[in-house]
Protein backbone atom coordinates (compact mmCIF):
# COMPACT_ATOMS: atom_id res chain seq x y z
CA UNK A 1 0.00 0.00 0.00
CA UNK A 2 1.38 3.13 -0.85
CA UNK A 3 1.81 5.24 2.12
CA UNK A 4 -0.60 8.02 2.20
CA UNK A 5 0.16 11.74 1.81
CA UNK A 6 -0.49 13.94 5.54
CA UNK A 7 -3.17 17.24 4.51
CA UNK A 8 -3.17 20.12 6.66
CA UNK A 9 -6.60 21.12 7.13
CA UNK A 10 -6.31 24.71 6.28
CA UNK A 11 -5.12 23.54 2.95
CA UNK A 12 -7.17 20.87 1.86
CA UNK A 13 -9.90 21.18 -0.96
CA UNK A 14 -12.05 18.61 0.32
CA UNK A 15 -12.34 21.21 3.33
CA UNK A 16 -14.94 23.51 1.19
CA UNK A 17 -17.07 20.40 0.61
CA UNK A 18 -17.50 19.35 4.06
CA UNK A 19 -18.13 20.48 8.01
CA UNK A 20 -14.62 21.47 8.89
CA UNK A 21 -15.54 24.67 5.80
CA UNK A 22 -16.81 26.69 8.32
CA UNK A 23 -15.92 25.53 11.72
CA UNK A 24 -12.94 28.23 12.54
CA UNK A 25 -9.36 27.77 13.05
CA UNK A 26 -9.25 26.31 16.27
CA UNK A 27 -10.99 23.61 15.57
CA UNK A 28 -9.12 23.29 12.42
CA UNK A 29 -5.63 23.57 14.05
CA UNK A 30 -7.00 20.90 16.77
CA UNK A 31 -7.99 18.80 14.25
CA UNK A 32 -4.87 19.00 11.52
CA UNK A 33 -2.62 18.12 14.98
CA UNK A 34 -4.22 14.90 15.83
CA UNK A 35 -5.63 13.17 12.51
CA UNK A 36 -3.86 10.36 10.98
CA UNK A 37 -3.43 10.19 6.94
CA UNK A 38 -4.68 6.84 6.12
CA UNK A 39 -5.93 5.06 2.45
CA UNK A 40 -8.44 2.23 1.28
CA UNK A 41 -7.49 0.22 -1.86
CA UNK A 42 -10.91 -0.49 -3.96
CA UNK A 43 -13.22 -3.38 -2.09
CA UNK A 44 -11.80 -2.36 1.41
CA UNK A 45 -14.07 -1.39 3.89
CA UNK A 46 -13.86 1.68 5.94
CA UNK A 47 -15.82 -0.07 8.48
CA UNK A 48 -18.39 -2.94 8.49
CA UNK A 49 -22.13 -3.12 9.92
CA UNK A 50 -21.89 -3.76 13.90
CA UNK A 51 -18.53 -2.76 14.16
CA UNK A 52 -17.53 -0.62 17.38
CA UNK A 53 -17.32 3.05 16.48
CA UNK A 54 -13.45 3.80 16.63
CA UNK A 55 -13.15 7.55 15.28
CA UNK A 56 -13.90 10.49 12.93
CA UNK A 57 -13.45 9.93 8.95
CA UNK A 58 -13.06 13.03 6.37
CA UNK A 59 -12.86 11.35 2.95
CA UNK A 60 -10.12 13.68 1.24
CA UNK A 61 -10.30 11.49 -2.37
CA UNK A 62 -12.05 8.56 -3.84
CA UNK A 63 -15.80 7.33 -3.57
CA UNK A 64 -17.33 4.63 -1.37
CA UNK A 65 -20.78 3.24 -1.77
CA UNK A 66 -22.65 3.04 1.67
CA UNK A 67 -24.63 -0.16 2.15
CA UNK A 68 -27.18 -2.37 4.32
CA UNK A 69 -27.36 -6.00 3.87
CA UNK A 70 -30.84 -6.90 2.92
CA UNK A 71 -32.59 -10.13 4.16
CA UNK A 72 -32.83 -11.22 0.26
CA UNK A 73 -28.83 -11.37 -0.06
CA UNK A 74 -28.24 -8.38 -1.72
CA UNK A 75 -27.49 -4.86 0.09
CA UNK A 76 -29.18 -2.00 -0.66
CA UNK A 77 -26.90 0.92 -1.20
CA UNK A 78 -28.32 4.02 0.76
CA UNK A 79 -25.78 6.71 -1.69
CA UNK A 80 -22.92 7.16 -2.64
CA UNK A 81 -19.79 9.10 -0.46
CA UNK A 82 -16.90 11.02 -2.48
CA UNK A 83 -14.49 14.16 -1.29
CA UNK A 84 -15.73 15.95 1.60
CA UNK A 85 -18.09 13.49 2.98
CA UNK A 86 -17.67 12.24 7.03
CA UNK A 87 -18.33 9.00 8.33
CA UNK A 88 -18.87 8.06 12.43
CA UNK A 89 -19.69 11.34 13.76
CA UNK A 90 -23.15 9.75 14.82
CA UNK A 91 -21.68 8.69 18.12
CA UNK A 92 -22.60 8.30 21.71
CA UNK A 93 -22.57 6.31 24.66
CA UNK A 94 -26.00 4.71 23.21
CA UNK A 95 -24.88 4.48 19.65
CA UNK A 96 -21.04 2.82 19.32
CA UNK A 97 -21.77 0.34 16.88
CA UNK A 98 -22.03 1.08 12.94
CA UNK A 99 -25.13 0.87 11.48
CA UNK A 100 -24.14 0.15 8.09
CA UNK A 101 -20.95 -1.02 5.81
CA UNK A 102 -19.03 1.90 4.06
CA UNK A 103 -17.36 0.12 0.85
CA UNK A 104 -14.19 1.83 -1.53
CA UNK A 105 -15.42 1.48 -5.08
CA UNK A 106 -12.05 3.14 -5.50
CA UNK A 107 -9.09 4.00 -4.09
CA UNK A 108 -9.75 6.61 -1.44
CA UNK A 109 -7.83 8.90 0.94
CA UNK A 110 -8.92 10.15 4.27
CA UNK A 111 -8.10 11.35 7.59
CA UNK A 112 -8.95 9.60 10.70
CA UNK A 113 -9.75 11.40 14.08
CA UNK A 114 -10.38 9.35 17.43
CA UNK A 115 -13.97 9.59 18.81
CA UNK A 116 -12.02 10.89 22.02
CA UNK A 117 -10.25 13.77 20.46
CA UNK A 118 -12.78 14.53 18.48
CA UNK A 119 -15.71 14.60 21.37
CA UNK A 120 -12.74 17.09 23.22
CA UNK A 121 -12.42 18.97 19.91
CA UNK A 122 -15.87 19.55 19.44
CA UNK A 123 -16.98 20.28 23.31
CA UNK A 124 -14.67 23.44 22.84
CA UNK A 125 -15.85 24.67 19.63
CA UNK A 126 -19.60 26.12 18.78
CA UNK A 127 -19.48 26.05 14.83
CA UNK A 128 -18.33 22.59 14.70
CA UNK A 129 -21.09 21.38 17.01
CA UNK A 130 -23.38 23.50 14.61
CA UNK A 131 -22.32 21.65 11.66
CA UNK A 132 -22.54 18.30 12.90
CA UNK A 133 -26.41 19.37 14.16
CA UNK A 134 -26.40 20.44 10.75
CA UNK A 135 -25.32 17.23 9.02
CA UNK A 136 -27.73 15.05 11.27
CA UNK A 137 -30.77 16.71 9.87
CA UNK A 138 -29.20 17.23 6.10
CA UNK A 139 -29.18 13.21 6.66
CA UNK A 140 -32.36 12.51 8.04
CA UNK A 141 -34.26 14.32 5.28
CA UNK A 142 -31.84 12.53 2.44
CA UNK A 143 -33.52 8.89 4.87
CA UNK A 144 -36.59 10.12 4.51
CA UNK A 145 -36.58 11.52 0.73
CA UNK A 146 -35.00 7.56 0.21
CA UNK A 147 -37.82 5.44 1.78
CA UNK A 148 -40.32 7.46 -0.09
CA UNK A 149 -38.94 6.65 -3.35
CA UNK A 150 -38.04 3.20 -2.59
CA UNK A 151 -41.98 2.57 -1.54
CA UNK A 152 -43.53 4.59 -4.86
CA UNK A 153 -41.23 5.40 -7.33
CA UNK A 154 -41.59 2.43 -10.78
CA UNK A 155 -38.49 0.81 -11.66
CA UNK A 156 -37.80 3.69 -14.61
CA UNK A 157 -38.38 6.54 -11.64
CA UNK A 158 -35.90 4.74 -9.28
CA UNK A 159 -32.96 3.77 -12.28
CA UNK A 160 -33.13 7.69 -12.99
CA UNK A 161 -33.02 8.85 -9.09
CA UNK A 162 -29.68 6.63 -9.37
CA UNK A 163 -28.24 8.25 -12.29
CA UNK A 164 -28.91 11.56 -10.42
CA UNK A 165 -27.00 10.42 -7.29
CA UNK A 166 -24.17 8.81 -9.67
CA UNK A 167 -24.06 12.33 -11.49
CA UNK A 168 -24.00 14.64 -8.18
CA UNK A 169 -21.07 12.42 -6.46
CA UNK A 170 -18.94 12.32 -9.91
CA UNK A 171 -20.20 16.46 -9.87
CA UNK A 172 -21.35 15.99 -13.62
CA UNK A 173 -23.02 19.19 -15.50
CA UNK A 174 -24.19 19.12 -18.74
CA UNK A 175 -21.19 19.82 -21.17
CA UNK A 176 -18.77 18.80 -18.54
CA UNK A 177 -16.52 16.18 -19.65
CA UNK A 178 -17.23 12.35 -19.65
CA UNK A 179 -16.68 10.55 -16.59
CA UNK A 180 -16.21 6.70 -15.21
CA UNK A 181 -18.04 5.18 -12.42
CA UNK A 182 -16.08 2.77 -10.49
CA UNK A 183 -19.68 0.67 -10.30
CA UNK A 184 -21.41 -1.93 -12.27
CA UNK A 185 -24.66 -2.61 -13.06
CA UNK A 186 -25.35 -5.06 -9.98
CA UNK A 187 -24.06 -1.60 -7.69
CA UNK A 188 -26.72 0.54 -9.70
CA UNK A 189 -29.42 -1.79 -9.47
CA UNK A 190 -28.72 -2.04 -5.53
CA UNK A 191 -28.67 1.68 -5.35
CA UNK A 192 -31.83 1.98 -6.88
CA UNK A 193 -33.41 -0.88 -5.28
CA UNK A 194 -34.84 -2.92 -8.21
CA UNK A 195 -32.55 -5.72 -10.31
CA UNK A 196 -29.57 -5.57 -12.57
CA UNK A 197 -31.90 -6.91 -15.26
CA UNK A 198 -33.45 -4.11 -15.01
CA UNK A 199 -30.94 -1.70 -14.73
CA UNK A 200 -29.78 -2.71 -17.98
CA UNK A 201 -33.07 -2.79 -20.04
CA UNK A 202 -33.94 0.84 -18.22
CA UNK A 203 -30.25 2.29 -19.35
CA UNK A 204 -30.96 0.86 -23.24
CA UNK A 205 -34.59 2.76 -23.07
CA UNK A 206 -32.88 6.05 -22.02
CA UNK A 207 -30.21 6.15 -24.08
CA UNK A 208 -32.54 5.15 -27.12
CA UNK A 209 -34.62 8.14 -26.29
CA UNK A 210 -31.27 10.65 -25.96
CA UNK A 211 -31.25 10.87 -22.61
CA UNK A 212 -27.55 9.49 -21.36
CA UNK A 213 -24.91 8.14 -24.05
CA UNK A 214 -22.76 5.56 -22.32
CA UNK A 215 -20.17 2.77 -22.91
CA UNK A 216 -19.80 0.00 -20.39
CA UNK A 217 -19.00 2.00 -17.21
CA UNK A 218 -18.08 5.66 -18.70
CA UNK A 219 -20.88 8.04 -19.13
CA UNK A 220 -20.49 10.72 -22.11
CA UNK A 221 -23.72 12.51 -21.36
CA UNK A 222 -26.54 12.93 -19.19
CA UNK A 223 -29.66 15.11 -19.68
CA UNK A 224 -29.97 16.03 -16.13
CA UNK A 225 -33.22 18.15 -16.41
CA UNK A 226 -35.06 15.06 -17.93
CA UNK A 227 -34.12 12.76 -15.48
CA UNK A 228 -34.82 14.88 -12.71
CA UNK A 229 -38.35 15.16 -14.73
CA UNK A 230 -38.18 11.27 -14.90
CA UNK A 231 -37.64 10.22 -11.48
CA UNK A 232 -40.00 12.79 -10.07
CA UNK A 233 -43.20 11.42 -7.99
Known sequence: MVNPVRYDCFTCKARTCSILNSCGKDALRAISTNKVSKTLVKGENLFSEGELKRGISFIKKGFLKVELNGKTGRPLILRIAG??????????????????????????????VSYNQFKEISGKNILLRQQLVNLFLQELEMAEKRALYLAH???????????LILAESYEYKEGSPSFKIAMGRQDIADLAGTTKEQVSKILKEFEKEGHIRFTAKKFSYLNIPMLKNISTI
Not at 98 to 109: F, G, L, M
Open 83 to 112: KGSVFGHRINPDHMFYPYTVKAVSDVEYCF
Open 153 to 163: KTVRQKVGEAL
